[in-house]
């Protein structure tokens, strides 16, 4: 794939539809010189100079990789025309392929029936559900995993409903008798099922979570905002069964009761391979959207069809991000064979940088990978003499990592990013019991293999981390 090419086919297929109106002069105050402009460029693109590399296998930090290519061309063709996917009025062609893709994404994951549309974020998707939740319960509360992301407390702040942690279990996951004793009490109206957590990737057992609710009578939310692609290795098997095509496949019970729940999220920003922003809310019954009814006397007036607009919280929205997923989606569709192939290389990747971890002798795994997050530690802590490994601790596991993380990503010649991520001296002890909890917490390094290419290079990225790990 050319970018170069796509990028100039964008701007000449944009060109040739505004060619096919009337001809009219720019205006002068728009205008520029070529050399201010070049200067200013050149200013620029110096200053992007100071970001990661997240387009490279040696950054193996957060949930951050480039767009695909069909996707820059397509979300730069769509940009040039700038449609706002609020109103049919505003984005016409890309509100229409606004519906189609969120019918792949439904389709996705099972959904019979579905009403949905594009956000900003996972944040502002997941902000939609918990509305709806606290409108079709009104007075009562959500509930959500202790690891579940931090939006969910917020969001519950926001839109003045109780919020409820609910403990994690030994391996990250809600836990389910603690959640079963929690809605006896009858003060939650809904419940957050996390299919992915943001730390470890752990996955609440959807399927379980949702016989729970139910038999108390409370809804479930789905916030796959992470994990949600990785549904579609659950349509390779059970691992280890046979059937299953590969080792990268995912238990199918979880991904299999979405379509049961009543609503889920999930950011094609993330795994879908899209540039900011773009994340996705679907509700199961459409009904829902009369939650959302206004009225807007600006817009909403070529077509008596349903504009996006009314069934979202956000009024502007690019339409260009719909675009792009639709072209991506043409491409790379959200099945196994397509979009399954991207995430299998990064699971793979995990798995087999989880097996060196375990063998290694200067770090250890935190525990087993459920999706493409791996966790780990230096199992030393920094000297306590020259040449005499310290005994590991808490507080020398905190220090090893952040001064691993500092080498890493400031080795001028060979660097490597990564991510930390504080746990408590609990779950740090459920996992590891003979570790000194000599403070609350610890920060351990944490790398998200979201990039399929990280597959082949697992190896020396692991090797590379050893060597930061020996000081
Ligand atoms: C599980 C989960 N939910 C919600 C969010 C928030 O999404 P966004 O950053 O798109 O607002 C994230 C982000 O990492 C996430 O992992």
């Not at 029936?113 to 902000?127: F, K, V, Y």
């Not at 507080?395 to 990013?417: H, K, T, W, Y």
């Not at 610890?442 to 990280?454: A, F, N, Q, W």
Request: proline letters at 7%; hydrophobic letters at 40%; glycine letters at 10%.
């Amino acid at each position: 794939m050319d970018l170069q090419d796509w990028v100039s086919r964008a701007v000449t297929a944009v060109g040739r539809w505004e060619d096919t109106f009337g001809e009219f002069g720019r205006h002068p105050s728009l205008e520029v010189s070529e050399e201010r402009f070049a200067a200013a460029f050149e200013t620029f693109s110096d200053r992007l100079r100071a970001n990661y590399p997240y387009f490279h296998p040696s950054y193996a930090g957060q949930m951050l990789k480039p767009p695909h290519p069909a996707a820059v061309a397509g979300y730069l063709a769509a940009m040039l025309i700038n449609p706002n996917n609020h109103a049919l009025d505003g984005g016409p062609a890309t509100s229409r392929m606004e519906k189609e893709t969120v019918a792949r994404l439904a389709a996705m994951f099972g959904f019979g029936t579905h009403l949905g549309h594009l956000t900003t974020s996972g944040t502002i998707a997941n902000l939609e559900a918990l509305y709806v939740a606290r409108e079709l319960r009104p007075g009562l509360g959500v509930a959500y995993g202790a690891e579940a992301h931090y939006t969910h407390g917020r969001m519950c702040h926001v839109l003045g409903v109780p919020g409820t942690a609910v403990p994690a279990d030994a391996a990250g996951r809600i836990d389910l008798d603690a959640l079963d004793r929690l809605l006896a009490g009858g003060r939650i109206g809904t419940v957050v099922a996390t299919a992915g957590t943001t730390g470890l990737g752990a996955i609440d057992p959807v399927h379980e979570v949702l016989a729970v609710a139910r038999r108390h009578g409370v809804r479930v939310h789905v916030d796959a905002a992470y994990g949600g692609f990785f549904t579609l290795l659950a349509a390779l098997g059970t691992p280890g069964e046979p059937g299953a095509a590969d080792r990268a496949s995912l238990d199918p019970g979880p991904w299999r009761a979405i379509p049961e729940c009543d609503s889920v999220v999930v950011d094609p920003h993330k795994h879908g391979l899209q540039p900011y922003g773009c994340g996705a809310v679907l509700f199961r019954d459409p009904a829902v959207g009369r939650l959302y009814r206004h009225d807007s006397p600006y817009t909403y007036f070529t077509s008596g069809e349903l504009h996006l607009g009314e069934i979202s919280l956000e009024c502007s929205r690019a339409g260009a991000a719909a675009a792009a997923l639709w072209l991506t989606f043409e491409l790379l569709p959200p099945t196994p064979d397509g979009l399954g192939r991207v995430l299998a290389a990064g699971r793979r990747a995990a798995l087999d940088w989880s097996d060196l971890l375990a063998a290694s002798g200067r770090l250890d795994l935190y525990q087993r990978p459920e999706l493409d997050i791996v966790c780990y530690f230096p199992v030393a802590g920094p000297p306590s003499r020259p040449g005499k490994p310290g005994q590991p601790s808490l507080a020398s596991i905190d220090e090893v990592c952040a001064r691993m993380l500092a080498d890493g990503m400031n080795d001028q010649d060979d660097p490597v990013f990564l991510s930390t991520l504080t746990v408590t001296a609990d779950a740090f002890a459920r996992r590891h019991p003979g570790v000194a909890a000599d403070r609350p917490d610890t920060r351990i390094l944490r790398s998200v293999l979201m990039k399929p290419e990280s597959e082949n290079h697992v190896g020396a990225l692991h090797a590379r981390v050893e060597e930061l790990a020996g000081g």
